[in-house]
């Protein structure tokens, strides 16, 4: 994406401005493990920022970056990844699940599919030893190897893949879980993004219980829209302890709809980024 720049820059005059939202080299591309290649990818994912009029970021750490490789702090704005309220809202759960066919009056927790799904089989294998009725949505785009897996661990019976959903039902979907979660990992790739699934976990006003990587958790911890926690066997407790609380799922997710609302919609970072662009 970078050479459309570099083509143009010698010909045209206009003002540059980069969206650095990953870590890429040798972490979101990682060339078979080749240093060198490595090396010469990080030179230039760094590089096509220091020719831009303004750098955004979506993390701390791609911000830290940013700075060390020489940008000024003017230069270099966080900018939350953010989500549509307007599009995903609060649906009562029994009535979302009557719209997909879902099992009713039963617990439900769902995740969004991710890199780290095994470990979220991993996590709902607790779960359903100490709640034997719940079930697990999985929501997104069929895994290979994941219905396998789950089967292996003994909770095949229980998971729900939902495969590619439109855009109609993926609120519903969300709005079906009583409680929604994401593995994260300490390291370059998750430390260096901010997931926008998390942002339609809260926006669809259910509780979101993370693990404790990265801007997205510091979020959630500071505005109480769900829980943070530190390895899987504390969110696997967490879980089990949240769906046997119903003030709690309640108390939680009124504040991730507030959280999401009053400062991850759009409309509310359109003035920030539109400060970006005009300052």
């Not at 439900?108 to 470990?119: K, Q, S």
């Not at 959903?165 to 300490?186: M, R, T």
Request: contains cysteine; glycine residues 8%; charged residues 25%.
């Amino acid at each position: 994406v970078s050479w459309p720049v570099y083509w143009t820059r010698p010909f045209k005059s206009y003002r540059f401005f980069s969206d650095w939202c990953d870590w890429f080299a040798g972490v979101n591309n990682t060339f078979r493990g080749w240093k060198l290649a490595h090396k010469i990818d990080g030179f230039f994912e760094e590089r096509i920022r220091l020719i831009a009029h303004k750098v955004t970021t979506n993390s701390s750490l791609l911000r830290q970056r940013a700075l060390r490789i020489g940008i000024s702090e003017d230069r270099v704005v966080l900018v939350p990844q953010g989500s549509d309220p307007n599009y995903i809202k609060p649906i009562d759960s029994e009535i979302a699940r009557k719209r997909l066919g879902l099992p009713l009056g039963i617990p439900l927790v769902g995740m969004g599919i991710d890199l780290y799904w095994r470990e979220g089989l991993d996590v709902f294998r607790e779960i359903r030893r100490r709640i034997p009725s719940v079930y697990l949505l999985v929501i997104g785009r069929k895994q290979p190897g994941l219905s396998e897996y789950a089967e292996q661990i003994g909770v095949g019976d229980r998971v729900i893949e939902t495969g590619w959903v439109s855009d109609e039902d993926y609120p519903l979907y969300l709005a079906s879980a009583d409680v929604l979660f994401l593995v994260l990992k300490n390291d370059l790739y998750d430390l260096g993004r901010w997931p926008g699934k998390i942002g339609d976990y809260l926006a669809a006003g259910r509780p979101t219980v993370v693990t404790n990587v990265g801007d997205a958790a510091a979020f959630i911890k500071e505005h109480n829209a769900g829980l943070v926690i530190h390895d899987l066997e504390e969110m696997a407790i967490q879980i089990t302890d949240l769906l046997s609380d119903v003030e709690a799922l309640h108390f939680y997710g009124q504040q991730a709809r507030k959280a999401a609302v009053n400062h991850l919609d759009w409309q509310v970072l359109g003035d920030l980024i539109n400060r970006v662009i005009v300052e």
